[in-house]
């Protein structure tokens, strides 16, 4: 038992860091790395897209494609090696993890060879962004109840409806959208998969505005936008299969990041320096209990994820330990944000960063993590797929399953 | 990266798994909890000749030189079976405290023994309810001889020899003392779990010698507690991973409103918040048992992580084993009670987790260790 490399993996984890070091900075120790942070702005989207081109010319941006579509062939256990590394580099990360993690995969699974030679590579090299438009304000942990319509028009469809919750659907250049096709057919058989220009006349996008103030997300309306029926991905009325595609690929690259914006030992940092009626708060049993119940699930996670690595590195696939980290940290992050302002009394409200302590930090931490607790995977759907999937119970009892869609109540009436 | 048991030792924890399942079924734990009989002695006399209980003890001392990962995983399967033996006591405690504590001539007389099972050791701490602060114990080691009361000591009514913590001269120390003198007067308890033993032993000036040198009984003390933390999470992982799958086979059989009550999500939910539990206190075990192989400076951190995560697994595990089971689980006749109790026992055989958190933080802030 340890926590070494084999020589392979040294060998790959020293060429990585010889890219690393030519092509960015190392992080300053302190100097937050956050995901998807700072791409509503074009320069950091500009630079974004410079170093992916630098790490596709290397070889570092589909580490486990195949390489017939322009990946590396290498081992799921370089990539974590790779991400590994460049988490301590100041990179702007996650404008291409949807587009490599989910799109293209999904692409290069249903679509044609044209279709892979034409848009693999270019996504690899950050030169088209993808964005994936599957949620819509009455279709979220229930996907396959969405309603926006495709119907067939000669050789194209005509797109009308909504969506929502789409990642950087401004400055994308391409989608993947599911349809429904057919109303009449029960819910999972009236879908049809498709991938389409973010150009294309009669797309309307709108930022929604977060809790936290920030906007990551969007509206995406569809006005009459025709696509071409080419670009449909997998038969009439087989799009919730393809969309399994896209969604298995989804868990790997949610539960694949790594690091999060506040962690156990930025509370302790702070209970070091609050004074409580009888001291410093980390002298407080209290505030030791919570700090070593949070540390012991950092811990665990932390050592599941080095479980998980250890069944890569050997050629297997990881057990279901790798499935527990997103039902961990969403509720964890929100309860360490809502004590720390606890130990501040009154003033926690503060959100100032110039009089808040850490910089605001906490205060910060309590607006976002509501989101970390649904997107991706609510805690409820996690709990489902746990109990369903590792543990082997049934799944629910489904009474719209074998309804027509048209015939399924959609509100109280 | 190589963070996991070689297959050999998983090999081993299999055959542990299929021997316990056909000479360990939970009517021989019932046996030693409703009979007289303080532990399974055909079962111990089976463990000790397969080599489990000299497991981790070196060769030269009669033991079997599997190192301590090979403990762990036996400690895994003897949790999840419920082993009614005095394993823990003598092997977690008594050997461990000799190993770590104890002079040649020390070692050379005991762990051979312990190593067999031809005899049975102890660690006695406790000094009735409430914490048991080695600065304020009432038991004293003078000139020779340990005076005062313990309880309550697992398997004390039934080892050979104890490692007791009393007040020395110069500080705490830790005494080695044989149970078979006649200034020892000891008792069954009863407890939570009578199928592990425990006595209230009163030393009259017992003849004992001192275990590593005076005065520095708490921090050897702490030592041996650190590591039989790692061993003792590994039982309570096991406990948890069975109560775990009790629950989850009962809930795919019960039917309640025309289905199984393991489609309800009250139900789901439960058992997916409990398979996390278990899974973080196995990953914080297995760093544990890292740790305790290479005597890593680590140790202590890792130790106290491992012990809360896995008192606070085990017991969820079984609390709710008896919840999903509803009115059945309540019953004598299911054996759902038998891993709340051990459950329970075994959260408190090292102090509680309130001390240990406390232990772990105090690491933090001390050691400043990377998180």
Known sequence: MDFDDTPEEAEFRKGARAFLDKTARRREPGEAGVYRGGLEKPEVRAAAKAFQAKKAEAGYAAITWAKEWGGRGGSAIEQVIYNQEESKYAIPRGMFDIGLGMCIPTLCTWGTQAQRDRFAKPALRGEEVWCQLFSEPAAGSDLAGLRTRAEKDGDDWIVNGQKIWTSGAHYCDWGVLVTRTDFSAPKHKGLTYFFLDMKSPGIEIKPIRQISGASHFNEVFFENVRIPDSQRLGAVGEGWKVSLTTLMNERYTIGGRTGTLVDVDDVLELARKVELEDGPALKNEAVRDKLADWFVMSQGLKYSHFRTMTALSRGQTPGPESSIGKLVTGPKLQAMAAFAMDLMEQGGVITDPELAPMAALFQQTLMTSPSSRIAGGSDEIMRNIIAERVLGLPADVRVDKDVPFNKLPTGKR | ?371
């Open chain 2, 1 to 371: 990266m190589n963070f996991d048991f070689s297959d050999d030792l998983k090999e081993l924890r299999e055959q542990a798994r299929k021997f316990l399942r056909e000479r360990c079924p939970s009517s021989s734990v019932r046996k030693v909890l409703e009979g007289p009989e303080p532990y399974d002695k055909a079962l111990w006399a089976e463990i000790a000749a397969m080599g489990w209980t000299g497991a981790a003890i070196p060769e030269e001392y009669g033991g079997a030189g599997l190192g301590h990962l090979g403990l762990c995983v036996l400690a895994e399967e003897l949790g999840s079976a419920l082993a009614p033996v005095p394993f823990s006591s003598s092997i977690y405690l008594a050997a461990e405290a000799i190993s770590v504590a104890g002079s040649e001539a020390q070692k050379k007389a005991w762990l051979p023994k312990l190593a067999s099972g031809e005899a049975i050791g102890t660690l006695a701490v406790a000094e009735g309810p409430g914490k048991a602060d080695v600065r304020k114990l009432r038991t004293t080691f003078r000139n020779g001889t340990l005076s005062g009361e313990k309880l309550p000591v697992p398997d004390g009514d039934v080892a050979h020899v104890a490692i007791a913590v009393a007040q020395g001269e110069r500080g705490p120390i830790l005494a080695l003392v044989d149970l078979s003198a006649p200034d020892v007067k000891r008792a069954a308890v009863e407890t939570i779990d009578p199928s592990r033993s425990h006595a209230h032993i009163t030393f009259e000036g017992a003849p004992a010698e001192p275990l590593g040198p005076a005065g520095d009984g708490e921090r050897l003390l702490r030592r041996v507690q650190d590591r039989a933390a790692v061993l003792f999470a590994f039982e309570q992982v096991g406990g948890a991973q069975r109560s775990l799958e009790m629950a989850r086979d009962y809930a795919l059989e019960r039917y309640a409103f025309g289905r199984p009550i393991g489609s309800f999500q009250a139900i789901k939910h439960k058992l997916a918040d409990v398979y996390v539990a278990t899974e973080l206190a196995r990953s914080n075990a297995y760093y544990g048992a890292w740790a305790l192989a290479r005597n890593a400076p680590e140790l202590p951190l890792a130790a106290a992580a491992a012990r809360v995560s896995a008192n606070e697994a085990f017991f969820l595990a079984a609390k709710e084993n008896i919840q999903v089971h509803g009115g059945m689980g309540y019953t004598w006749e299911f054996d759902c009670h038998l891993y709340y109790r051990r459950a329970k026992l075994l959260s408190l055989a090292l102090g509680s987790s309130r001390l240990w958190k406390d232990r772990l933080i105090t690491q933090l802030e001390t050691a400043n260790a990377p998180l």
